[in-house]
Structures are given as structure tokens and as C-alpha cells.
């Protein structure tokens, strides 16, 4: 053989690799007996002997043996440890595996050593051309696929024993399941793309990456839990054909099911076998050993649905921080067939019949359970098996189907405009768009949401301050005074104006967005019904006139919740000078704006815990899905805040967690990863920069009140 290059002190990644994941197996079968190993429970499984056997006879039979002038370990390994492959010739049938008491567990050992050694030696020519590397790579992940199968299949041998035999004082897990957060997480779908695109490797079933157009959705937190499953069985969820499909109702009755695999009900309660024994069931771990039928009827009794794998890996893909236990604890059923993805091309050579000739009647898993090895699991992994089986390490998760909010459809006018702006925008560098367009209904529904957060206290603190202030500062505005917001009210702040100047002749709330002007306008018109409104759709920062007949009196200017801070300061001053020019020269004008403070406190109001900014955030995504027709992934964007000091804002932005291209409008625009629209800025303001920003709009600073911590203030300008 040709001599390494490779210096005593460098290492070889590869063969650290190979070392590590073939070192894993021989470690799972310390302190089994050579009975163990050798019996065979059921058809579909086979001994411990024959996985440890296999899965050397891979790297021999794919790797070594296309080695000019090869000669064999065993020439009758061939035929004894071949699996599935019809062009590598005869093979033992799989369910007359465990009739192989030849060789001997010591003999496979031998051989299992034999085959490294000559790997190892293999490695050291470094001649490994792009197939073979692909071929190693592949021996590595079918290695790891079978030291699962090696703790199913002895789990389901041990569960034949009366002795109820524990394999291993602890199951051999790598981490402990994650707490339950409950709830489940809407997306909004639409034309996705999944399927491995890296360069890293995957199976070839896992391609070739594709998109799949998805309706909105909803996917729980949480895997099923036993405790939920017990209610099912409670509720006769195995005896109600109603729920099961036809095949499935008819596995049931032919083979008796009555609860999960292993699962038993002893004087104490439901008792089930583990790799450590027989334990009791534990009601808040997640559910294991159901089939696919059963994880089907359970979905039917909950009123729900199994998800399909495109919307697994999407929502994984997207948000895997909102689910417990994608990866880790149990492979989840989903309800989608094993079949091609468009343009699937197999593996060429032997590996061709690795997956492809098992694409039919069987169902798709998706994520990984504690017993796949570590670094083998991925989002876009297919698992796969037939839908009666379930002695796998298989659960589920549920899901929903989730329309989208119903809204009227805008003016041809305002959906000009939305387009025109988000256009520009997106065609800067960095991306914008104006905040402005947040303020659909739906916007404005998750707005008021956002207001009622615990973290977000600019709009408590606000209120407060306006109870203390507002009675005294109505006493300024004279009679018949008409009170003009700028932004659509209906709020707890607008009553809280109102409900201390109740001679007001008129109440004008301008809004871009015709939706929320009209739920605002009736909510105030149900609450003051002897009062005149008079609602003006409109950008406030390009003002028109007011509505006529609405009173002459002094003109009230309100503009709360520190929208100022989402304005330049150039807009800021332009749009209080229109404003001044709009109200007339004895106005008041009323204005809240949000005070420096420490980051900390900032950033927790602007990316709460519950998420709900981040659902605000993305609706402009959504809206603009809806209204214009746009291409966006919405899912596929992050909702990011951060706190910029020298420029004393926060920023609110939308991250692309992949390369994507976005099409609208008819244009393509392309999004790198880590790429982000800049959606809102919220400036932070001191005294002195209040006044300073009033004065150069040609307003002067008659009061300025502060609340408590954290701190906010009213400032009330004099024309």
C-alpha cells in the first residue's frame, strides 16, 4: 500500500470519525450475553450479532470490495450479511436471521475488528475519489442508523421475556427529554421550499430541494404526552371505529391493541418496558410506540390533524426554538406517504437501492428520538415506515389547520401607495419599510395585544401619566374644542382625553388604514354617542384638511405612544410643522414620547416573551402577501430588536434565516442570509431633545410631565 503523507501530528478527521461512530455499537452490546445477541424477536427485527456484523460487511461490500484484487475476510460474509441489496447477490432472508448461530458473537467481533483495521489502512492511502467519499460518508450515517436499531430491536426482544429483563441500568440516552411549553405556533405557509439544498451530507431521499405551496397552519409546542394518551384509551379511543381509518381498524382487531407497545395495566396503573426495565408510565413524558393508526385516530379524537412533513421541516426549519423535542426524543409520524420529491434521482452504483426501492406504502417521520446517535439527526431527515409498525421510537406531534384573519380589502388607493412604498424600500440597501404599514386591523388588533404585555410599559406608564395631567391640561382647551389624533384611537388613552373634556365638539381620528379607522370610529361612537366623529383616512405625515363642520373651536392635537419616536428627525419636524399648520395657530397639540432607559428594559418591551411583537412584526409580511399579492416565506424571518445607542432608538427588524428570493410586483428580490428589513425605529427622548425638536417645528414646550420608572413623558405644545 501507498504510505500516508499525513505526519505523526496531524490527525485525520475521517478517521476520528470513522473511530467514533464504530466504536459506539460495540459499547451498546457491553454486558449482553451472546444469547441476547443472537435471538431474533420478529420479522422486522434482527439479532444485536447481525446489526454488529452488517454494518461492517457495508464498508467491505461498498468500499473495500471495489478495491482491485480484493480478497473477502469471509467470502460466506457475503451472502450472510447482506440485506436488502438484489445486486450483491443471495442473501438470508430477513426473518431467518436469528437462525444464524453461526458465526459466533466472538467471531463477528473478529470480523467487525478486521474490517477497521482495514479501513483504517484504507483511509491512510488517501485515494478515496468523490464516490467513495460519499460511500464512507454513508457507511458512517447507515452505521448510526443501525445502533438505533440495535436498542429497538433489543427492546423489543427484552419485552418477550416474562422476566421483564432490563438491558441497561439506564436507558442510553445523551440528554434528558425538555419541559412541555404548551400552546402551538401559527405560520402563515404560503410557497416554501424544503428538501436539503446544503453541501453538507444527506441521504438522497432528503432531495432534491423543491417548494410546496402550504395553507396556514398551526404546530403544537409539545410532543403528545402519555397522560393526554391515557385519556384517549379512557374515552375508548381503541374501541371507537369512528375515529380509526379502515386498514387500521382493522389492525387493531386483528391484533388485539388496547394501548401503545410494551404498555401493560398492573394493580398500580399503566406500566410500560424501557432499555432499563419495566417501569410505570410517566403521564408528562412523551408517548412512544404507537403506529402510525394510532397516532391518526389520537389526532381524529383531539380534533386535530398529524402534520405533513413539508410542514414539519418548515416550522422547524423557521422557528425551532418554539418547539420541545423536535429532535432528541421520539421520530413523529407525519401524515405524509414516503414518496419521490420532484427530480429525485437515487444514489448511482449499489447505494441505488439504499431508499429509493422502498418508496411506497409506507409513511414518513420526521425529527430524531434518544436513541439516534448524536450529529446524525437533521431537519430535513426522512424517516420512514410502514404504518402498522411501531416498535420504533416513534410519537407525535399535532397540528391545525389555520386561516388566515379575515379583513376587508383596502382602497385601490392605499394599496397603490403600500406598493409603491414597500418597493422603494426594498430596493435600498440596507431594506426598509415604513412602520406606517403596520396598521392593518390585524396590526392593529396585535398592537393593542402588545399593549397589554407585562414587558411592554410604555403604554400603562402612559396611561397613568395622561390621569394625572389630562384633567388639568382640558382646562386649556376652551370651548367646543375638537380633539384630532393622528393614528386611529379607540384605546384606553383616547377615553381617558375625552372623559375630561366632555364639552368637545368634535372627535377627528386620522388613520392610514382604513380598517382600523373604522373599527376605532365605532368603538368611540358606541362609547360617546353624543359626540360628533368625523374619521379621515390619510397619512398623517402627508395631511390634508380637516373635515368640515366639525366645530370651531380650538384644535386639540393628540399623538400618543411615542409614534414620534418611529419617525427621522427630519419627519418628525416636517410632520409636526403640518401638523401646526393643519390645527391653526391657537392649537395644542398633546405628545407622548418614551424616555432613555437602560437596554435591558427596552429590548424585553420590544421582543416580549410570548412573541407577540414578532407576530406584529411579520404581519407586514402577511399584509403584504394578502394585499399585494407579494411572494414572502413569512416564516422564514426573524423578528429581531436591538437597542442602537448613538443613534437613542430601538430597532425592529425582519432577518432572513435562509437565501431566498422574493417575488413582487413582478420583481425579484433577493434576500441573503442574515439579511434584514429595517421595519421601525423608536427613537428615545430626554427633556431637552423634546424640546429642542418642538422648537424647530415652531412649537413652544407649555408642560412636560414624567411618569415613574420606567419613565415616560407628556410634553403639551403651545402653536
Known sequence: ???????????????????????????????????????????????????????????????????????????????????????????????????????????????????????????????????????????????????????????????????????????????????????????????????????????????????????????????????EWIAFIEDGGYARPELWLADGWATVKAEGWEAPLYWRLDDDGWTTMTLAGRRPVDPAAPVRHVSFYEADAYARWAGKRLPTEAEWEHAVRCRPEAFSNAFGEVWQWTASGYAPYPGFRPTEGTASEYNGKFMANQMVLRGSSFATPEGHARVSYRNFFYPQQRWAFIGLRLAEDSPAPSTRATDGGETARFRRDLLAGLSRSPKVASPKWFYDAEGSRLFEDITRLPEYYP????????????????????????????????????????????????????????????AAARRIAEAYPALRIA?????????????????????????????????????????????????????????????????????????????????????????????????????????????????????????????????????????ARGETIHTESSRKYTEASVRELAGAAGWAVAGFETSPEPSVALALLEA
Not at 447482506?82 to 463477528?108: I, K
Not at 389624533?485 to 382604513?514: C, N, Q, W
Open 535 to 671: 374619521p379621515l383616512v390619510g397619512d398623517f405625515l402627508h395631511l390634508g384638511a380637516l373635515p368640515a363642520g366639525i366645530g370651531r373651536g380650538r384644535r386639540i392635537g393628540f399623538f400618543p405612544g411615542s409614534t414620534i419616536g418611529n419617525l427621522e428627525r427630519d419627519e418628525a419636524i416636517a410632520f409636526l410643522k403640518a401638523a401646526r399648520s393643519l390645527l391653526g395657530s391657537d392649537a395644542r397639540f398633546i405628545l407622548g414620547v418614551d424616555l432613555v432607559k437602560s437596554p435591558e428594559t427596552l429590548i424585553a418591551a420590544y421582543d416580549d416573551a410570548a412573541g407577540v411583537t414578532a407576530a406584529f412584526n411579520r404581519n407586514l409580511l402577511v399584509r403584504a402577501n394578502r394585499e399585494l399579492g407579494a411572494g414572502f416565506d413569512v416564516d422564514s424571518f426573524a423578528h429581531r430588536a436591538l437597542w442602537n445607542a448613538a443613534a437613542s432608538r430601538m430597532e425592529m427588524h425582519l432577518e432572513a434565516t435562509r437565501d431566498m428570493t422574493v417575488q413582487l410586483d413582478g420583481r425579484r428580490i433577493a434576500f
Open 1 to 227: 500500500m501507498k504510505a500516508s503523507s499525513r505526519t505523526a501530528d496531524q490527525t485525520d478527521p475521517d478517521l476520528e470519525a470513522f473511530e467514533a461512530v464504530r466504536a459506539a455499537m460495540p459499547r451498546l452490546a457491553q454486558g449482553l450475553g451472546a444469547e441476547d445477541l443472537a435471538a431474533q424477536s420478529m420479522p422486522d427485527c434482527s439479532p444485536g450479532k447481525w446489526h454488529l456484523a452488517h454494518s461492517s460487511w457495508f464498508f467491505e461490500a461498498m468500499i473495500l470490495g471495489e478495491t482491485p484484487g480484493y480478497r473477502p475476510v469471509d467470502p460466506r460474509f457475503q451472502t450472510l450479511f447482506n440485506s436488502y441489496y438484489e445486486v450483491l447477490g443471495r442473501r438470508v432472508e430477513r426473518h431467518e436471521r436469528g437462525l444464524m448461530t453461526r458465526p459466533s458473537l466472538d467471531e463477528v467481533l473478529t470480523y467487525r475488528r478486521e474490517i477497521d483495521r482495514r479501513m483504517t489502512a484504507w483511509l491512510g492511502e488517501g485515494r478515496a475519489d468523490a464516490p467513495r467519499r460519499y460511500l464512507f460518508t454513508l457507511g458512517l450515517h447507515h452505521e448510526q442508523q443501525h445502533q438505533e436499531l440495535f436498542l429497538m430491536d433489543l427492546l423489543n426482544l427484552m419485552a418477550r421475556s416474562p422476566l421483564d429483563p432490563a438491558a441497561y441500568e439506564a436507558e442510553p440516552r445523551s440528554r434528558p427529554a425538555q419541559t412541555a411549553r404548551g400552546g402551538a405556533t401559527r405560520f402563515e405557509g404560503g410557497l416554501v421550499g424544503i428538501g436539503h439544498d446544503g453541501s453538507d451530507f444527506a441521504f438522497d431521499n432528503e432531495g432534491p430541494a423543491h417548494r410546496v405551496w402550504l395553507e396556514p397552519y398551526g404546530l403544537a409546542s409539545d410532543l403528545v404526552a402519555n397522560g
Open 459 to 518: 403604554t400603562r406608564q402612559e396611561a397613568a401619566l395622561l390621569r394625572q395631567v389630562v384633567p388639568r391640561w382640558a382646562a386649556l382647551f376652551g370651548a367646543d374644542a375638537v380633539l384630532v389624533e393622528f393614528g386611529s384611537g379607540a384605546s384606553e388613552k383616547t377615553r381617558i382625553v375625552l372623559d375630561a373634556a366632555p364639552d368637545l365638539a368634535a372627535y377627528v381620528p386620522i388613520d392610514i388604514s382604513a380598517d382600523a379607522l373604522d
